[in-house]
């Protein structure tokens, strides 16, 4: 027996909820709009972000490039090998961005260059202050328009304080009720049963009640304020919601993070079953990438990668962690091996940096958590911490590209 995944309640409540940010086609219509690097640029003017931006595109302008690379070691790319696409997480809001440039901007005359990677992932808490004080979309424009990463996910934790208000207006526009208490100066927080503390559990979401549209509220809201469209760590509950919600909102995407435990077929093809009961008429899902858990081998990435091609869903892309933060899973994890096995059987993946496997003080899950000013105090430092994971995605991407295996990392560091 076949049991339908939302209810009519369900449906109804997120489609209200879709409606009130102004319906799909101005959803649309808005992030797409909001791309627009003259845009970002006047946009980011205004609220004083302009010598930054500045600043970052001169830094691009010194990045260094594959392609010398690959001329001065005749490198012949083999067609039969996989490709590798570079992924690094850490790019902790703007002025960290700014000073992860710097950095590998610096690295262009020594024997180690440094390539912008071509997909980056920040785990800064979505806050209103982070969303609209141009934080947020000055991150985007150096990451998008300037390195021309290909995409860049922000992280939705729905333990984020938001003002009453929002309460109010969502519960009044859904028809749906939220737990929540109150901190000071009118602004609440959800209250969540089961973890315990602001953010839930390390993926941000508890599995509880309706904080399914709680989620899908702030990645809409995020993406009409900054043009960003990829967004990390679901839940269960609100795969399903972003598959539904998401079907006809062909700019606005989610990556699955492996914190979800998808470490086998069998898991993964309840991801895939979930994907197929929303899917897109293009064929596509909202579902941009899936991140392989950590327990996963080999053997099973690539079975998986079959599955997903036999499946028939089109444009998404499988991930793994190639180092991972000692906090995060076990130590000295390393995964470059399995890494090799993948790529050499002819499968695509994209290859993930959460570190670059040797502990610095600040390349922890913790480092991600910490308040707004002490972040900007420390931006030099954490810069530093992005730009080490980048480093070591870039010596393993020449790795490949001596075996023929294409690598491929962000424009600014393809093309001049």
Known sequence: MKYQLLSDADMKAIDALK??????????????????????????????????????????????????????????????????????????????TLDAMRRIAESADTENPCYAPQEMISVVALTDNYVYNGDLMATLTMSENIMKASKFCSTNLIGIPQPEARFKELESVTGE?????????????????????????????????????????????????????????????????????????????????????????????????????????????????????????????IQCSKELDASGIKGISLAAHIYINPDLGMANFNWTNHMFDVLQSGTNMTFKYESDGTAHELDTMATYFIPEEEREAMSSEIGEVIFNKSLRASKDGRLMMKKGIRSIFAEVSQKR
């Not at 006047?42 to 001169?58: S, V, W």
């Not at 392609?67 to 002025?95: C, W």
């Not at 927080?189 to 559990?201: E, I, M, P, S, Y």
């Open 19 to 96: 409606k009130h940010h102004g319906g799909a086609e101005h959803i649309v219509k808005t992030i797409a709009e909001m791309r627009d690097f003259e845009t970002r640029k006047r946009i980011l003017a205004e609220k004083g972000f302009g010598k930054m931006i500045e600043d970052a595109e001169a830094y691009a302008l010194k990045f260094p490039q594959v392609e010398d690379f690959e001329k001065a070691n005749g490198i012949v790319y083999n067609d039969s090998l996989g490709v590798g696409t570079s992924q690094v997480s850490g790019f902790q809001g703007a002025k960290v």
């Open 177 to 301: 009720k939220f737990v929540r208490h109150e901190c000071d100066d009118g602004v609440c927080v959800l209250t969540l049963k089961n973890q315990g503390t602001a953010f839930g559990n390390f993926g941000g979401i508890e599995v509880a009640n309706n904080n399914h549209l709680i989620y899908l509220d702030g990645i809409t809201r995020t993406a009409l304020a900054t043009g960003g469209d990829f967004f990390l760590n679901p839940s269960w509950s609100t795969i399903v919601a972003i598959c539904y919600y998401g079907r006809d909102l062909p700019n606005l995407n989610i990556k699955i993070s492996m914190l979800l435990a998808t470490q086998n077929p069998m898991q993964f093809r309840m991801l895939l079953n979930i994907m197929n009961e929303y899917i897109r008429e293009d064929g596509t899902s909202p579902i941009y990438e899936i991140n392989i858990g950590n327990g996963s081998t080999a053997a099973n990435f």
